[in-house]
């Protein structure tokens, strides 16, 4: 099974958790993007379990092995390709065909495509496909930031606990630094040992909590994107919701400008060092679907992890009987840690695609003006 995302730059992701392999391909890279190995590494060990605290104990070496599109570290044009293979598998915890875990997709998979799909550690829908997907952006990331293009995310929240939020309009990639400088991904460390108390209340009772991530792009010029169905917000928005779990998006102020007055919420413009900047930020960087040079700032909900250890009811589907099941495995008590990278992963993609867009190609000596 596959699934892409993309219109000038698709990103195609294929593989199941426990199958021998995961993998993703991306096609309308251009030649000449060098790649960091070691930071490509050290970006997708942000998302391997058991790397951070409350995270799963499958951990595995994630050593993304391309199998096209690099020469020598540096893209070539052709597709990239990407390879990562299975290690860590204990399909013997994965039992559920006939008994559907709750809020999974294990019932509704089965009736879209038939009881002989694999869904051992979730199959085709795991979360265990964002790690090529990761490989990629991560080579994307690297392409951005060498332009002056920075994405950056920490833990909103967690259960009840709020962290600092980003400073819509001033935040850079020094507040992206903080975030990676400590053994939590939030701005407050008190706010992170807020988050680790709930957590470790919440594993103790068999049970998970939810979390959200805001994620803020620095660097980006105005003007990439579109009105209407295919404006930044709309395709930041369809891809976020590929990663499983995601319940909701906003944009700057998001819901809460519903409590806000006009004079409120609208950002004045002003002229500072030459360019047009707005005082505040509460839009998120995005006026009518297109960036408008400010910060792009947007946050992305996560239900509580589905997998708990508490028992839950279920149907039989073979007996049509109501019955009971009990989880047991290695998972995340809130996914919204690991998925940081995940959605920069997915911003960096669909802005690189939106640049497409805009210049016909990536450009790789600097970006023109709009």
């Known amino acids: ?42 970006f997708m060990k942000r998302r391997q379990g058991g790397n951070l605290p409350f995270t799963t104990k499958r951990k595995e070496d994630d050593i993304p092995e391309f199998e096209s599109g690099v020469t020598n570290s540096v893209t070539n044009g052709e597709t990239l390709r990407v390879r990562i293979y299975n290690r860590n598998v204990r399909s013997s915890d994965y039992g559920f065909s006939d008994t559907p875990r709750p809020s999974h997709a294990d019932y509704t998979a089965q009736v879209r495509y038939g009881k002989d799909i694999d869904l051992r ?7 265990r496909l964002t790690a090529p997907l990761c490989a990629i952006g991560g080579v994307l990331k690297q392409y951005l930031s060498a332009r002056g293009i920075f994405i950056g995310s920490h833990l909103y929240s967690v259960g009840n606990t709020r962290d600092i939020p980003f400073d819509p309009a001033e935040v850079t990639s020094f507040d992206f630094e903080k975030v990676l400088s400590g053994d939590f991904p939030v701005l407050s460390p008190e706010a992170g040992r807020s988050m680790k108390a709930e957590l470790a209340a919440a594993a103790g009772d068999g049970d998970s909590l939810g979390g959200i991530t805001e994620i803020a792009v620095t660097g980006l010029p105005a003007g990439l994107g579109d009105p209407l169905f295919y404006g930044v917000e709309n395709r930041i928005s369809a891809a976020v919701f590929g990663l499983g779990g995601v319940r909701g ?17 609208n950002d004045p413009f002003r002229i500072r060092n030459g360019r047009i900047v707005t005082e505040t930020n ?89």
């Open 1 to 42: 099974m596959t699934s892409e995302f993309g219109t000038s730059l698709k990103i195609k992701l294929s593989g199941e958790s426990h199958g021998d392999w995961v993998s993703a391909e991306a096609t309308g890279i251009p030649a000449g993007i060098k790649i960091d190995r070691e930071a490509l590494a050290a």
């Open 249 to 265: 998006i906003e944009f700057g102020t998001g819901f809460a400008a519903t409590r806000m007055r006009g004079s409120e919420h």
């Open 121 to 127: 550690g979730g199959g085709h829908f795991s979360a």
């Open 282 to 370: 509460n839009c998120g960087g995005v006026m009518g679907g297109i960036t408008d040079g400010m910060p792009l700032v947007f946050r992305v909900a996560f239900k509580p992890t589905a997998s708990i250890s508490k028992k839950q009811r279920t149907v039989s589907l073979s007996t049509l009987t109501d019955t009971e099941i009990e989880i047991k495995g290695r998972h995340d008590p809130c996914i919204a840690i690991r998925a940081l990278p995940c959605v920069e992963s997915i911003t960096a993609a669909v802005i690189c695609d939106m640049m497409i867009s805009a210049y016909g190609a990536l450009p790789t000596d600097g970006m023109k003006k709009i």
